[in-house]
Every structure is written in C-alpha cells, then in structure tokens.
C-alpha cells in the first residue's frame, strides 16, 4: 500500500481538540486513508487536509455555545460538524446529511471514536425542522447564502445563530442575500476571518442571528 499523503498537522490543532486530540487524529487518518475511495473527499485533498479542512473547520470550535444543540447541514464526511463534535464533547451535534452514503461513514465516525455528543440524521435540511429548534446552525460548501439562510432558518428559533463557512466572495454573498436575511429576521451579520500558523487558506465565518419571529 502507497505511504499515507498527509500534510503536517498545524501546532494549533492541539489546543483546539484538547482532550480529543487523538480522536481528531485517528478521523484525518481514516479521511485520508479511505475518503477517496469512499467518495468523501477529492483525489488532491489528502496532502491538504489537516490545513485546508480539518483545523479549518476546527478553528469555528470557539464559537459554539457551550451546553447547546448544533445542527450542520450538509456534513458530508463530516466537515465541519463531525470536527467540532469533536473539538467540543459539551456541545450536541446533529449532522444532517441527505446522501446514505455519507450518513453510513458519519455513523461509522462516530461510533468508532466513541462519540456521544453526535447524531446522525439522513435528511435534507428542509424536512428536518421536527429535529430542532438548535442554538446554532452551521455549514460549509452547501449553498449561497441567499438559499442557506431560508433553507436553515425554521431549525432555529428567536436567539439561534447561523455560523456559516465561507470564502473569498462571502461580502458579495452577503450583499446579494439582503432579501432573505430581512424575510429570516437575522441581525446585521458579522464576518470573522479565521486562520493559524499553517494554514494558508483563512476561513471567513458568516454569523447573524435570529432577531425576530419570521
Ligand atoms: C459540496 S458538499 C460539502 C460537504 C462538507 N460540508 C464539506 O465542506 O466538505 C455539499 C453537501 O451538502 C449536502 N446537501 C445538499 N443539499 C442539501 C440539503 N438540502 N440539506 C442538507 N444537505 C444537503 C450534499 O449531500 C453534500 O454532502
């Protein structure tokens, strides 16, 4: 078997896994070592991941609520939501992914590293309103905003918050989704830039939050 292609884990990993450091460890492993096979990630991410997708999605970890229900729409092998469950074991994560695929290696994820804090629904964000109402929603890569924010609005309730990952063109998606974030009721929304040492790509994270009844 050819050696595994994986990119240095960048220093801040440790402290945003903590005392799942080696969980987060053994899933960039198993994503590197059978994401491509399984259809999860592309053939040029393994030599990336843990500084394009895992600490990425990782670096989100210090904006959850602590105690609270977070939905991740889209979660396909599990970034971010698998990750952040991870990183934070007093959050309760709910990855919602409608591809059966996807929803048997997230199920196979979670169960491997003993996750208690995760679970798995095969659902499109639409039909999963009866799930919630969570503290936060996240999702990274699913859509624009402009169809992500009506699309997650009914999982939150008055006070719920949309943390969304994005990159380069987030100001234009914003601009572009004065529509819906007036119909959703969502606050002026804020963008935090997001990066480390070794990871070259920041992430910009779109929050807003629920203000009013929609
Ligand atoms: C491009 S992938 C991104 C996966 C992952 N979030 C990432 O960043 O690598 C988009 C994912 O969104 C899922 N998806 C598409 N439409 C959806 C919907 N209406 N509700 C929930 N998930 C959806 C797809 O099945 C797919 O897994």
């Given at each position: 078997m050819a050696p595994l292609e994986l990119d240095d884990e960048p220093a801040i990993a440790a402290e945003l896994f903590g005392e799942n450091h080696e969980r987060a460890r053994s899933f960039t492993h198993e994503l590197a070592t059978r994401g491509e096979l399984l259809g999860l990630?592309?053939?040029?991410?393994a030599p990336r991941l843990w500084s394009r997708h895992i600490v990425n999605c990782a670096l989100?970890?210090?904006?959850l609520r602590s105690g609270g229900r977070l939905a991740d729409i889209?979660?396909?092998?599990?970034?971010p939501g698998l990750v952040l469950a991870i990183a934070r074991p007093d959050v309760e994560v709910t990855l919602i992914e409608p591809m059966e695929r996807r929803t048997d290696w997230l199920l196979a994820e979670s169960s491997r590293l003993a996750l208690r804090n995760v679970t798995v629904l095969r659902a499109r964000a639409e039909d999963a309103i009866a799930s919630g109402p969570y503290d936060q929603v996240t999702a990274r890569a699913v859509k624009a905003l402009r169809q992500l924010i009506p699309m997650t609005r009914?999982?939150?309730?008055?006070?719920g918050e949309m943390l969304f990952l994005k990159g380069e063109r987030v100001d234009q998606e914003i601009a572009d989704s004065l529509k819906q974030r007036r119909a959703a009721r969502l606050s002026e929304p804020t963008v935090e830039v997001l990066t480390a040492d070794g990871v070259p790509v920041p992430t910009r994270l779109f929050r807003a939050t629920v203000v009013g009844a929609s």
């Open positions: 990630i592309g053939p040029s991410e989100v970890a210090p904006f889209g979660s396909g092998a599990g970034l009914p999982l939150l309730d008055e006070g």
